[in-house]
């Protein structure tokens, strides 16, 4: 395994953190941009540095609207990673520029959390590897926000000890920029330019909960709902363990309240939906009869897991980093494998990163 040899290094060399705040700055004003933000405002150990936009009219607005009127803005990227006052960078821009923008944090010598999904394909993938195991100081996560949550850690638990048999696991939502796709246009969540497609952004979802709750597939299979666009609107994939298989279900161009369900046997452990787990149940055999096991989660999603790479960055932590980062790497993987069998392709290229090493 990669992260086994990449990963797990000496710490004693790495830069101590527990007694600093983090400046954080963040690329892009998407909404998710707004929800990080907020989740910072929450944390006492972190604070938002700065603000990259490519047109600082729009940041500079987008700054006040997020009640951060005096923090700088910033329209060039090597500007901004010049700043020695930014300790950690937030990359929500799109898909396509994850890897491009990863790997530039990286060589400033920041930390970095990417979007999911983080990486187009493996090879880019163990580029960042190389990079960060010559770089034990830094840290580097993917937003994949459901994993960290107090419900996703409760299944966790209620899963442990039982054999699983089974599993269906979907998240298909309505995507407004669809419209704009039956009108004959092409916006970048539709577009392969742009790494877009159901089976990315939703789909990355469900893939990062099979893995995390089940471990990496023997074999991965895609059947997708193609669009003119030429990306998935949605499609049925299947993951394939030992013993039992793992459906998947994603889709953008449907509203769907099909729940998610993990089978063990005669019982169900049910979700109403594994990305956002407002509603636990384990329902005992083949009655009605269930325990609510759910606990309240936090009002923002992105609360839990900014809490938790701020602390294994503020503790130095690089067991749960290299657990995290081994678990990031085989979604990459699967996602990559699941669009492989399905002949989707995005026109991407990988740069060496010998030279930067």
Known sequence: DMLQTAYICGSSQARKESDTMLRIETIG?????????????????????????RNTDRGAAFATT???????????????????TIDLVYVASPNNLHFDQTKAVLLAGKHVITEKPAFTNPDQFAVIARLLNARNHQYYFEAARHIHTPNFIKMQ?????????????????YSSRYDQVLAGEEPNIFSPRFAGGALQDLGVYLVY?????FGKPLAAHYEPHMLTTGVDGGGVGTLTYPNFTVVLRPDKTVQSR????????KDTVWTDNIAELQQLRYYHGSGEQFDDFATTQPANGMSSELARFVDIIQQNDRSAFAELFQLSARVNEVLYALRQDAGLHFPVTVEAAADDE
């Open 29 to 53: 004003t998407r909404m998710i941009t707004i929800e990080i933000i907020a989740a910072v405002k929450e944390n006492p150990q972190a604070e938002v540095g700065a603000i990259y936009s």
């Open 66 to 84: 997020n009640g951060l009127p005096n923090v700088p803005v910033y329209d060039d990227l090597d500007t901004l990673l010049a700043d020695p």
């Open 157 to 173: 638990h209620a899963l442990a000890g039982h054999t699983v048999t089974g599993a269906l696991l979907s998240y298909a939502k």
């Open 209 to 213: 909960a099979a893995i995390a709750l």
């Open 258 to 265: 099909v729940p998610s369900e993990i089978y063990l046997g």
